[in-house]
């Protein structure tokens, strides 16, 4: 099971930390990515952390969000620095196992 949290509305310029808690599945040898599905958009793949920590990200993220992982906690983080409206989206994390959180919905205004 993931659950994530920590969305909300934030204006254009701020931050936000998401986080993705895991359970039952064995997250220190799992891949770990979060999501991001805006209205009338398809689900597209925001940022992944793989086991021996390298990390990949969209192009429209890099420099401003980071993925981080904790696997004493079983927690994936997504730090999201210098907001913009297009970054509104709920964002949804996922394991390599193939099993999805629930979403957390991020509102950025202007």
């Known amino acids: 099971q993931l659950q994530a949290s920590g969305g909300g509305l934030v204006q254009a310029g701020g931050s936000l930390r998401l986080s993705c808690a895991a359970s039952?599945?064995?997250?220190?040898?799992?891949?770990m990515s979060w999501y991001r599905q805006a209205p009338g958009k398809q689900r597209e793949l925001v940022a992944s952390?793989?086991?021996?920590?390298?990390?990949n990200y969209a192009d429209s993220v890099k420099g401003r969000f980071t993925i981080s992982r904790d696997n004493a906690k079983k927690t994936v983080y997504l730090q999201m620095n210098s907001l913009k409206r297009e970054d509104t989206a709920m964002y949804y994390c996922?394991?390599?196992?193939?099993?999805w959180g629930q979403g957390t919905l991020v509102t950025v205004s202007s």
């Open positions: 996922k394991c390599s196992m193939g099993y």
């Open positions: 952390i793989f086991v021996g920590g390298r990390t």
């Open positions: 039952g599945i064995a997250f220190s040898i799992t891949g």
